[in-house]
């Protein structure tokens, strides 16, 4: 049936209609609404709505004929009809369909006032919160009571309990520190009886917040603090933060959110501190993409760090090990790397406000994939798992153990999973979804033959400003700009070096000649040709890792024996070679004699390792230092200009252990932004405020390019660009030629559900 027909039906069916009365005949041509309640629209936008409403179901429509002598209610609408039945008559009242309520609704949020939400339940007084002229703020809380801060704070219990992002903290002298940006769900501050608390400004705040000065992803996530409100409730000239009683509390047109945890959660978290078992818990978290693996772990974590239960405490020492296994999204290390950590203390800000180890989160043991997904080279990614599973039962089987890992749950990804349960043997296996896919919550669950398997909840849908690759831009970022935290800055925070990386001085790596610093360069995932890899790495960012042992060169037997003899024996292959003995055991190589082997010099003079047979180092006799940044290579003098946070004294300890330096390039994400800072800074010196941030409408959710296309944008106004290296000028309306975009290779064709061909 045509949807002529259809209306002709529906109108024919309407034989108890009254005809409207003259006010709201002329409702429908003025601004004015008969309805208090209802939202004013105008008639131009009424007559774009029919248009929007003639395409309802046909269930829709079956159930209002049914209903035609149900009362009109609040939801439903007046709805105009073509002019060839414009009659009082055919003018009725219909219910919206679900498309047109949801335009209506976000007109509402367009064009309308929307009612203020409701953040804080503690309201203040005359005398509470209490502002002291240190900038300290006491205030007191009665139970049952939350408050949501926006910014960079410290709090400390004077007295009673509060908990925040799952810790439970009691009256104490040490305070803990928190970063709450706008770019993630805001922490609560809940407090289970009455309790006093101090809210302390953070001394690094305005160091974190200047990098905004140097690129738009730091920009609009902070609270910023105009003069004019300092006079307003919860602010005060030089806050860190601003105590945010309702959305309208917060900056204009801000998104704000505050961390919501299921009460399925809530349980899962009790069940699991409580438990009275002889050996410590392993927890491992798996689930989709988004769906809350990384917040619930750290839930997990500071409960434990926190909970009052004897037993925990005495079989743990008061620490918690996570294995963070997402390479792509992780929580204690760089993008391309996972870990081994030790936490001893609650975690309480988002990864890139903790680039680098602090008191009270140390890093064992870490090994770079060089890779934002297991895909690139599955089997090197499990026997870098398996060596920090290792680790741990090794040194850290005393302590609970927490793992998170990525969010590929299909195809090998799947296929991953499964074999890190069976080689883990955790106790608990928590997927994070409970609308499967199946074929995955089955395999999972088969696997657990001694672990206990549950799903949960996802977490409650947020209002992201920043994509996961805007986040991990930020997280190194944040790495590069961060001091590593020494006894002379007050031991807990991290110092931020505010200006451009180009005002850095930069490690001189001396790769040529006898006094060369690194054993050489690998590439993983592919095969670089000798004459490209200086133009490959130039402004890149690489792996520093250390080799331990000569057995970590996998795979020799594949490189080429050199003719002269290496162990001062007899070539292969002479007739004295023959021994009916039983035989030996090579005897491994120096790592002198080793690079002879393995590597090939380039054209610059650069140590070259050949991975034309899959070379990998192997993870048993390597580990990952961090990530560096090469600013410059001075083929002149042999050198590299390397940018890293790496501290002198990692590297000493490096040449005293006897081991050696490699350089890993992989698939690490472009460091874009490292490009465009001194453009961001220049913005700041001719008048701009350096504010206007990222739009968070014109973000592209999971799209690993979309910083670089607005970083591209954002620089079109700055004449200067055109002396800037790797830095493309768009004017005006211009815009990137097609093709011009990163080529993906899509892997894991094999699947199930995918041809092959």
């Known amino acids: 049936m045509s949807a002529f027909a259809l209306r002709k039906k529906l109108l024919a069916q309407q034989s108890q209609v009254v005809p409207p009365s003259i006010e709201q005949q002329n409702a429908v041509g003025t601004d004015v609404s008969t309805d208090t309640d209802k939202v004013v629209t105008s008639p131009r936008k009424r007559i774009r709505k029919t248009k929007t409403t003639r395409h309802t179901s046909v269930k829709n429509e079956e159930i209002l004929g049914q209903s035609s002598d149900l009362p009109l209610d609040r939801s439903q609408s007046l709805v105009e009809l073509p002019a060839s039945y414009a009659s009082p008559v055919d003018q009725v009242h219909r219910s919206l369909s679900p498309f047109s309520l949801d335009e209506t609704e976000d007109e509402y949020h367009a064009n309308g006032p929307t009612q203020p939400i409701n953040l804080s339940s503690f309201r203040p007084s005359k005398d509470n919160p209490r502002k002291r002229n240190n900038g300290l703020t006491q205030l007191k809380l009665k139970e049952g009571e939350r408050l949501v801060i926006l910014g960079s704070y410290g709090f400390r219990v004077e007295s009673g309990e509060a908990t925040i992002y799952g810790a439970t903290l009691k009256e104490s002298q040490s305070v803990s520190w928190v970063h709450a940006p706008q770019s993630h769900a805001l922490p609560v501050i809940r407090c289970t009886s009455d309790a006093s608390l101090e809210l302390h400004r953070h001394p690094c705040a305005q160091e974190l917040k200047d990098l905004g000065f140097l690129s738009p992803l730091f920009r609009k996530v902070w609270w910023e603090n105009p003069s004019s409100a300092s006079q307003d409730k919860g602010a005060g000239s030089g806050d860190t933060f601003r105590i945010l009683y309702t959305s309208e509390d ?15 959660w809530n349980r899962a978290t009790a069940t699991l501190v409580a438990s009275k078992d002889s050996t410590p818990p392993s927890i491992m978290i798996t689930g989709p993409k988004s769906s809350g693996k990384s917040t619930f772990g750290k839930i997990l974590t500071n409960r434990f760090l926190t909970d009052t239960n004897a037993n925990i405490k005495r079989l743990s020492g008061g620490g918690v090990v996570v294995l963070d296994l997402d390479p792509g999204q992780p929580e204690y290390c760089g993008p391309g790397q996972i870990a081994l950590v030790l936490v001893t203390k609650p975690v309480i800000s988002p990864s890139f406000c903790r680039p680098l180890d602090t008191p009270g989160i140390r890093t064992i043991r870490s090994h770079a994939l060089a890779s934002l997904s297991p895909a690139s080279d599955p089997e090197l990614y499990i026997d870098m798992a398996l060596d920090l599973i290792t680790h741990y039962r090794n040194a850290l089987r005393s302590y609970p153990l927490v793992v998170n890992t990525p969010g590929w749950i299909q195809g090998t990804g799947l296929d991953l999973l499964v074999s890190l349960i069976i080689e883990l043997r955790p106790s608990e296996v928590l997927y994070m979804s409970q609308t499967g896919p199946a074929e995955a919550v089955e395999a999972l669950e088969g696997a ?7 799903t949960l909840p996802s977490q409650p ?3 992201n400003l920043r994509s996961a690759a805007n986040l991990r831009s930020m997280h190194t970022m944040a790495y590069f700009h961060a001091q590593p935290v020494t006894p002379h800055n007050n031991g807990d925070h991290i110092r931020w070096f505010r200006a451009p990386l180009t005002a850095l001085t930069p490690w001189q790596v001396r790769f040529r000649g006898t006094s060369c610093a690194i054993f050489g360069v690998l590439c993983y995932d592919f095969q670089t040709q000798p004459d490209l890899v200086a133009d490959a790495i130039n402004g890149a960012v690489l792996a520093a890792v250390e080799v331990e042992n000569p057995k970590a060169f996998r795979g020799m037997e594949n490189h080429q024996i050199p ?50 047979h899959g070379l990998t180092l192997d993870p048993r006799y390597s580990r990952s230092l961090g990530l560096v940044l090469i600013r410059g290579i001075d083929v002149k003098n042999g050198d590299l200009h390397v940018l890293s946070p790496i501290t002198t004294s990692q590297v000493e300890d490096v040449t005293a252990r006897g081991g050696q330096v490699v350089l890993v390039s992989g698939k690490f994400d472009p460091p874009s932004w490292a490009y465009t800072e001194d453009l961001y800074l220049q913005s700041k010196g001719e ?8 739009d968070p409408d014109s973000q592209t959710e999971g799209t690993d390019n979309a910083e670089e296309d607005r970083g591209d944008n954002a620089v079109t106004s700055y004449s200067s660009a055109g002396s800037v290296p790797w830095i493309e000028v768009l004017t005006r309306n211009q815009k990137r030629g097609a093709g011009s975009k990163v080529w993906r290779v899509r892997r894991d064709l094999g699947r199930a559900g995918n041809p092959m061909g």
């Open 250 to 264: 917060g900056p204009k047109k801000a998104i704000l959110q505050d961390l919501k945890s299921p009460p399925e």
């Open 563 to 612: 003719t002269n003899n290496l162990d001062g024996d007899v070539n292969p292959g002479s007739p004295m070679d023959l021994d009916t003995s039983e035989p030996k055991q090579p005897k491994p190589l120096p790592l002198s004699l080793v690079k002879q082997r393995i590597t090939t010099l380039t054209a610059e003079g650069i140590p070259f390792i050949d991975t034309t």
């Open 687 to 694: 008048g701009n405020d350096g504010n206007e941030g990222i």
């Open 448 to 454: 657990c033959n001694t672990a206990c398997f549950s």
């Open 461 to 463: 849908s947020q209002n």
